[in-house]
């Protein structure tokens, strides 16, 4: 496994395998690495030659500098889950290395930018847009993995690379869960073990309204997903919303296609994301 700091570095190693016309494959992460991100390695290496996995927690796309110092950095854990994944290079720059000057970055991601996550993270998906496309350049990637954990990111990567007209694809992967339902997250990390036991409550009101959805209307989900969110103690509701999964406005007509539930909540002091897509 190749572990290197610099772009130069990155794109000399890279330069022949190009030329070989072999397939490269990046999984972008923040390290504090756990299964979920293991799983996007491992549909990495199903459909390309070469995996690039980068760690880089990206300071432009945090809202909250509390939320910036206090994330997790734990290399040596994240360099052993890598080799052990089978990853081939590891690109891990410093902050320096990737915004070397001051810089503006506004592009039009569309209105859904501007909902859920970006509604409660003011300017997040700029910066997330604007780390994922510097890592695109340096790496040019002919496919990238992404989670639906953060499903309001692939649509912000998505239309990014439609702006730009990118050629690179760009693969959702599922969710992974530990065995009680709880999504996978970097940030669980900081969940103390009552936060652990309440943190449940975000998985078990997205499957109430995925196992009731033929039956119920949506108002009568949406109150029954939020009721039991609100009563659990320590739990901060920011939003649970059933939506259109291409514009992520509310869902009104259950015979629509493609809807999906989302969810976010503090709990405790850490912010949690999840969703359930349900058609
Ligand atoms: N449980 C999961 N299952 C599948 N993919 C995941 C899961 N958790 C994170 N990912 C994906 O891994 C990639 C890197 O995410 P990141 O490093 O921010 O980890 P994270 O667990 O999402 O951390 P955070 O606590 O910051 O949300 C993203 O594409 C993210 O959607
Ligand atoms: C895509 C990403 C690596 C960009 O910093 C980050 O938002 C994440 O880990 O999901
Ligand atoms: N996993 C999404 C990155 C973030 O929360 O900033």
New binding site residues.
């Given amino acids: 496994m190749e572990v290197l700091n610099t772009i130069a570095a990155l794109k000399s190693l890279l330069g022949p395998i190009k030329l070989a016309k072999q397939k490269i494959a990046l999984?972008?992460?923040?390290?504090?690495?756990?299964?979920?991100?293991v799983?996007?390695i491992k549909m990495a290496q199903q459909q390309a030659d070469i995996v690039v996995c980068s760690?880089f927690v990206n300071p432009t796309q945090f809202t909250d500098p509390k939320d910036l110092e206090k994330?997790p950095r734990p290399l040596e854990h994240d360099m052993a889950m890598l080799k052990d994944a089978g990853c081939d290079v590891v690109f891990m720059p410093s902050v320096k290395e990737m915004y070397p000057a001051e810089e503006k970055w506004h592009i039009d991601l569309g209105p859904a930018e501007f909902l859920l996550e970006g509604e409660f993270r003011k300017g997040h998906y700029q910066g997330v847009t604007q780390i994922v496309k510097k890592l695109f350049d340096a790496i040019s990637p002919d496919v990238a993995?992404?989670?639906?954990?953060?499903y309001q990111?692939?649509l912000m990567i998505q239309n990014m690379v439609a702006y730009f007209n990118l050629p690179v694809q760009i693969i959702s992967?599922?969710?992974?869960?530990e065995d009680d339902g709880l999504?996978?997250?970097?940030?669980?990390i900081h969940l103390d073990a009552t936060d652990r036991k309440n943190a449940l409550v975000l998985s078990r009101a997205l499957t109430y309204v995925s196992e009731n959805f033929k039956n119920k209307s949506i108002p009568e989900l949406l109150e029954k997903a939020k009721q039991l969110i609100e009563e659990t103690p320590g739990v901060e509701l920011d939003y649970f919303t059933i939506a259109d999964g291409q514009t992520l406005l509310p869902e009104t007509d259950k015979n629509d296609q493609n809807i999906i539930a989302l969810v976010a909540a503090k709990v405790g002091q850490t912010r949690?994301?999840d969703n359930m897509i349900l058609s």
């Fill in positions: 999984v972008p992460t923040m390290g504090a690495l756990h299964k979920g991100h799983s996007l760690i994330y993995f992404f989670g639906q954990k953060d990111q692939v992967c599922p969710i992974i869960r999504a996978m997250s970097s940030r669980n949690l994301i």
